[in-house]
């Protein structure tokens, strides 16, 4: 079993949807809790970066921590086309193991016209 | 300020050769990740260096080598090269003890 799971999509929405991405993980001592958006052949950009429970928001995005359940999501209010991308959650332990991150599959979001 | 920038964007090489590939950390930044993601896959945590030193690494076997120099750019090596390393390397940056890492572009590496 994987620390991360991640659905990996495809998932295909209308433009101005709201969408929801989502991780699952094992591993109580994941404190940390990130979201990167990846589009084709490039490198992961950071959008959400979140300690342990609760929600943060950042313009249309907001990034939900719930570690009771061990899940986490990320909702993209008014979706755009340039939202299409490869969605990674990525989370990291507290202490110990230097910065290493722990990533999901990643989830392909196709926003369509 | 300038981002993480990594060398070249893409190779490649042929099974049982050697690799070297090269990441510039972000300004005012000391640590240095790297990580390979395979096609479909999130990246796998290889190692990560630290003011030069190894802090952490993977399940990767000991031919994925590195380095950190003292301007904290930083290089990976690969020896024996299996078809299986063909993928896209990732490096990441952040400040010392910094939980926030940015990452480069990636070189995708192709073993034939």
């Known amino acids: 079993q994987k620390e991360v799971e991640q659905d990996p999509g495809p998932l295909s929405v209308p433009e101005g949807a709201i969408v929801s991405l989502n991780c699952t993980y094992s591993?109580?001592?994941?404190?940390?809790f990130m979201w990167y958006r990846q589009y084709s052949r490039k490198g992961p950009e950071l959008l959400m970066y979140?300690?342990?429970?609760g929600n943060k928001e950042d313009g249309r995005f907001t990034a939900q921590v719930d570690k009771s359940s061990k899940y986490i999501s990320l909702f993209i209010r008014d979706s755009q086309p340039s939202d299409s991308a490869t969605y990674l959650c990525a989370m990291k332990k507290g202490t110990g193991g230097g910065n290493k991150l722990t990533f999901g599959t990643g989830t392909q979001l196709k926003v369509e016209l | 300020e300038t981002g993480v920038t990594q060398s070249p964007t893409h190779l490649i090489k042929t099974r049982g050769q050697q690799v070297t590939l090269r990441c510039s950390s972000q300004s005012g930044h000391n640590t240095v990740s790297w990580y390979q993601q395979a096609l479909g896959q999130g990246p796998q945590f290889i190692f990560q260096y630290y003011r030069e030193e190894e802090n952490g690494r993977g399940n990767f076997p000991p031919r994925f080598s590195g380095l950190q120099f003292p301007n904290y750019s930083s290089e990976l090596n690969v020896n024996a090269l299996e078809l299986d390393d063909s993928a896209l390397y990732l490096c990441a940056s952040s400040s010392g003890g910094g939980d926030e890492q940015f990452f480069g572009p990636g070189t995708r590496l192709t073993v034939l």
């Open positions: 591993n109580s001592a994941f404190q940390y």
């Open positions: 979140t300690y342990s429970s």
